[in-house]
């Protein structure tokens, strides 16, 4: 294993290309959405008062 590059700045996608291209490891760019945000949260939160908490460990 060799060090290739040091990425220094976050806006250096096309240097990170550039570099995966020329070792083979990407092959085609694809663009994708964001995921979706759910709707509601999953679960409610409990309060438990801390020494309940610990009591079940």
């Known amino acids: 294993m060799r060090i290739i ?3 220094e700045k976050k806006d250096q996608a096309d240097i990170i290309e ?3 291209r ?3 490891l990407l092959t085609e760019t694809k663009e994708r959405s ?3 945000k759910p709707e509601t949260v999953p679960f409610e939160p409990v309060y438990m008062p801390i020494d309940e908490f610990l009591a079940n460990f």
Do not use: Q, V
């Open 34 to 36: 964001p995921p979706e």
């Open 22 to 24: 020329h070792c083979g």
């Open 5 to 7: 590059s040091f990425i």
């Open 18 to 20: 550039r570099i995966l």
